[in-house]
């Protein structure tokens, strides 16, 4: 745990760790950041900062719509659809000083035509906007490297500097997969958009490195 770290210090430290998280799960008509993998992103550092996240009901409603409707055998089912409304808190303590808390008010929904999922539905949807909100997770894109452009992807401005040594891990990856200097210069102007390993962005060298990780050795020039 890390020690010394008030909770507004250790919060902020979760905060860094996590960005922005890439859209993964496909729905009928778009990409959406699922509930567990927010928690995936999010639980380990909070573990690390020996922090808890309490859920807390204080109201609820429950609003029921009927609709008449005709199926395929002309015969007249009754469908009822469930709105649940839940007014909650949620309450970071600090493990380390349980004297140190945060409550903050939230409010979920959940929608479910069977009723009984109501409940679990609005509380997973409180939970997963309110971390994805209290940290300021961006997931607006489905590409995280638009994230990067939109907070800055000029290095000398982010922080962010590619060392020689990471040039040259680089290229002596490239090299055990059979890739030519020539092939990874065209791989990185055609992905990223940039002439050089030292002009890309933090996600976008380990973006790389973990693409040129995944194939197999002696390619024979294949590109990433």
Not at 40 to 58: F, H, S, Y
Not at 182 to 211: A, C, D, R, S
Request: glycine content about 8%; charged content about 30%.
């Amino acid at each position: 745990m890390a020690d010394n770290l008030n909770i507004y210090q250790k919060l902020i430290e979760v905060r860094k760790k996590v960005p922005y998280l890439q859209k993964e799960n496909a729905g009928e008509q778009y990409k959406y950041v699922s509930s567990s993998q927010v928690l995936a992103n999010v639980r380990e550092e909070m573990d690390k900062q020996g922090l808890l996240l309490i859920p807390k009901v204080v109201g609820k409603n429950v609003i029921g719509d009927t609709v008449e409707k005709t199926n395929k055998y002309n015969e007249m089912k009754h469908t009822t659809t469930y709105f649940t409304e839940l007014t909650m808190e949620f309450t970071w303590v600090n493990a380390e000083k349980p004297d140190e808390t945060i409550e903050c008010p939230w409010y979920g929904q959940g929608v479910d035509i069977a009723g009984e999922k109501g409940v679990g539905k609005a509380l997973t949807y409180a939970e997963k906007y309110f971390l994805l909100k209290f940290f300021n997770i961006a997931t607006d894109k489905d590409d995280p490297d638009s994230f990067q452009s939109k907070i800055g992807s000029d290095n000398s401005e982010s922080g962010w500097t590619v060392t020689e040594q990471m040039v040259a891990e680089i290229f002596d990856l490239a090299k055990r997969k059979g890739i030519s200097t020539k092939g990874i210069k065209e791989t990185i102007l055609k992905q990223f958009k940039k002439p050089e390993v030292k002009n890309l962005t933090e996600i976008e060298y380990n973006k790389l490195k973990k693409n040129l990780g995944k194939l197999p050795d002696k390619q024979g020039g294949q590109q990433v």
